[in-house]
């Protein structure tokens, strides 16, 4: 069972708000990533960090913003959220390639 | 042009038949590949993972197989379950890098009837 977390699990928000996503992970990973998901598509990853102080941007244009001030801790914000980024986020971690551990997800919607 | 392709892109059987999901690709170098499950609503969990000059890998009653020449994997699921119902996901990595790019396919949705 892998200790990753993310909340919140669902949120419903209105256009114009800020909201935080929460991923923590207790496995002492170096690596996490954000991944975007939506129905029957692949996952895109958004934002990825090496380590603490470290963040990249994925290959998929993302108008979120994420930071890595403690290993275990990646959140993600969105400071004015649009209808457009109503998605799945997952969250994942890594101590190398061979093989992610995700988080439940936390599935966004925005009106 | 997505290099993880998926096929059936949905597949739905009864209780206790077998079945196969197949993942062809075409990402170069090749590092590794792995197959994921992921239950509605919840994360992806790895199932299996593949390294170059491995041709065949079983976790219970999943059965992975890799053709690196052909670039085609398979994962073959036994006498299935209702709890088997779910979206399995190709993950194919390359040795770009020390962390390696990921790509991944859209998955196959499979439905497991009573």
């Known amino acids: 069972e892998a200790d990753i977390y993310q909340t919140p699990r669902y949120l419903v928000i209105g256009t114009g708000k800020k909201i935080t996503l929460e991923c923590s992970q207790t496995?002492?990973?170096?690596?996490m990533y954000w991944y975007q998901q939506d129905p029957g598509m692949e996952l895109h990853l958004i934002h990825y960090?090496?380590?603490?102080?470290?963040?990249e941007k994925g290959d998929l244009s993302s108008e979120s913003t994420v930071s890595r001030i403690r290993t275990e801790h990646f959140p993600l914000t969105l400071e004015s959220a649009r209808p457009s980024h109503t998605s799945q986020y997952l969250c994942?971690?890594?101590?190398?390639?061979?093989?992610?551990?995700f988080g439940e997800g936390s599935r966004l919607t925005v009106l | 042009k997505n290099q993880v392709e998926q096929s059936p892109q949905s597949l739905i059987i009864l209780e206790g038949k077998n079945c196969t999901l197949q993942?062809?690709?075409?990402?170069?170098?090749?590092?590794?590949l792995r197959w994921y499950k992921q239950d509605t609503g919840r994360g992806p969990v790895s199932l299996t993972i593949?390294?170059?000059?491995?041709n065949t890998k079983s976790n219970g009653r999943y059965t992975a197989t890799l053709d690196a020449d052909t670039k085609q994997s398979s994962l073959h699921i036994t006498a299935s379950q209702l709890s088997d119902s779910a979206s399995y996901i190709c993950?194919?990595?390359?040795?770009?890098?020390?962390?390696?790019?990921?790509?991944f396919g859209r998955g196959t949705q499979l439905t497991v009837w009573p």
């Open positions: 993942c062809n690709y075409t990402v170069s170098p090749f590092s590794n």
């Open positions: 593949m390294t170059f000059s491995e």
């Open positions: 994942a971690s890594s101590e190398t390639t061979q093989a992610l551990f």
């Open positions: 960090s090496y380590g603490v102080n470290s963040t």
């Open positions: 496995m002492g990973h170096d690596k």
């Open positions: 993950v194919v990595s390359d040795r770009g890098s020390t962390l390696g790019r990921l790509y």
